[in-house]
């Protein structure tokens, strides 16, 4: 098979998109599939690979490294016919997946969509001039936009309940196919005793200190500074507790400003940006994960902590379901008092923090990249079949479930 994968967020950009897109493809071809992709450039010069086309495209600034494009159709229409593709899979509901589904018309070919924002709800942050734009007439383009794929993927059952709701696009058919993670590339060792103690040694963090780590982008849709109220009282009332934020974005410095004490004190640290090959360090070094986010679909770094036997705390949210289980492997909190009292507990809790860490391991068995490439083949399949008719999704869903246990 043949596929091209369309997406305004590739590498050297980092974000859990990219991290997607990059697994998806090097699975994909492993498996002896050709895959070809579509995608914007960057502000380093692009790699010479016949199998990636760059539309030229601009820094959308508002404090990301993310670029954006209005690509020219015709060349890309000629990339794509030239490689012969069977199915577009977009990730992104920009210029490029315009031109992905502008392709697939012209070409006769399927096109489908991963469903990675909940764009109604957290547009604000992201597009220019967002806050002069009424939420109706960002539905009504997100309806007119995805009304246009042969089947959407979420990545959760958030993901695909949010589409599902009436005034969205009930009918429009969408599987659910989880986020995961590559172990191997994640994973490239792991710490000694010594290496982990000389690492927490670096930022100040001792033997007998209980680590909280948030890890992603800082950024206001994130719930970052509701999270930083929550940890000046975790380490007002617990002196052993010490949390590190990494990570950079649009609020960072704010965040540095309103947490002036706690970083003189050495008890709340900020890193800023670092690099994603880096990050299972943190991970490794830290004790519990915490996030009071409440805009994810399905979160790439909680399943990294996740990998990390990390114990894991988050505000209740829908798409937390299949990887947070409350009492099982960390606390799902109603309120951000709750998260603060659950972090106490934890921290006063050795065993209880290594239970929940060996469970939060087990979780991860469902989301291995193996699954996650046999899920999407599966609906690739299932597509194909019924092009140019679409899908029955729940039938689509039943049977995958009963084929990849």
Same mark, same amino acid.
Request: proline content about 4%.
């Given at each position: ?6 997406? #305004? ?39 010479? #690979? ?22 020219? &159709? ?14 577009? =899979? $977009? =990730?992104? %509901? ?7 589904? =502008? ?7 399927? $096109?489908? $969509?991963?469903?990675?924002?909940? @764009? ?50 009930? #009918? ?14 994640? !994973? ?14 670096? &930022?100040?963090?001792?033997?007998d200190d209980v680590m909280f780590l948030f890890l992603g982008r800082i950024a206001e849709e994130k719930r970052v500074f509701e999270l930083l109220s929550i940890t000046q009282k975790l380490v007002e009332k617990?002196?052993?507790?010490k949390v590190m934020f990494v990570g950079n974005g649009p609020a960072y410095e704010d965040m540095l400003k309103l947490a002036e004490k706690e970083i003189f004190e050495g008890k709340i640290i ?5 690099? @994603? ?18 805009? %994810? ?5 909680? !399943? ?26 960390? &606390? ?17 809790? #050795? ?9 939060? !391991? %087990? ?38 479930? %009963?084929?990849?246990?």
């Amino acid at each position: 098979m043949t596929i091209a994968l369309f997406t #305004d967020s590739y590498l050297p950009t980092k974000s859990g998109v990219v991290t997607v897109v990059v697994q998806l493809r090097e699975q994909l071809m492993k498996l002896g599939h050709k895959v070809v992709l579509v995608t914007v450039e960057g502000n380093e010069p692009s790699e010479k #690979d016949p199998t990636i086309y760059r539309a030229r495209s601009r820094a959308l600034g508002r404090g990301t490294d993310q670029f954006v494009s209005v690509p020219n &159709y015709h060349p890309i229409t000629k990339f794509i016919r030239a490689n012969n593709v069977d199915l577009i =899979h $977009c =990730h992104t %509901e920009f210029g490029i997946a315009k031109a992905g589904v =502008h392709c697939a018309k012209k070409l006769n070919i399927p $096109c489908i $969509c991963t469903t990675h924002t909940m @764009w109604t709800d957290f547009y604000k942050f992201y597009l220019p001039l967002g806050e002069h734009i009424s939420p109706r007439i960002i539905q009504k383009l997100l309806n007119n936009f995805y009304g246009k794929f042969d089947s959407l993927i979420g990545v959760s059952t958030k993901a695909r309940n949010y589409f599902k709701q009436p005034f969205m696009l009930p #009918d429009q058919p969408s599987v659910i196919v989880p986020n995961a993670i590559d172990e191997s590339k994640f !994973l490239q060792g792991h710490f000694t005793v010594e290496e982990r103690r000389e690492f927490r040694k670096k &930022y100040g963090i001792n033997d007998d200190d209980v680590m909280f780590l948030f890890l992603g982008r800082i950024a206001e849709e994130k719930r970052v500074f509701e999270l930083l109220s929550i940890t000046q009282k975790l380490v007002e009332k617990n002196s052993k507790c010490k949390v590190m934020f990494v990570g950079n974005g649009p609020a960072y410095e704010d965040m540095l400003k309103l947490a002036e004490k706690e970083i003189f004190e050495g008890k709340i640290i900020f890193t800023g940006f670092i690099e @994603w090959s880096l990050v299972h360090n943190f991970y490794e070094s830290a004790d519990v994960f915490i996030t009071a986010s409440l805009s %994810e679909m399905h979160s790439m770094t909680i !399943l990294e902590a996740e990998l990390s036997k990390l114990p894991i705390v988050v505000r209740r949210d829908d798409s937390y379901l299949d990887s947070v289980f409350d009492g099982e492997n960390g &606390y799902v909190c109603d309120t951000d008092d709750e998260m603060c009292e659950r972090m106490l507990e934890l921290a006063m809790n #050795d065993e209880k923090r290594k239970q929940f860490g060996e469970r939060s !391991l %087990e979780i991860t068995k469902d989301f291995s990249i193996e699954n996650h490439i046999k899920r999407t083949l599966f609906v690739y399949n299932e597509v194909l079949k019924a092009y140019p008719e679409k899908i029955d999704d729940v039938e689509v869903m039943k049977r995958m479930k %009963e084929e990849i246990k």
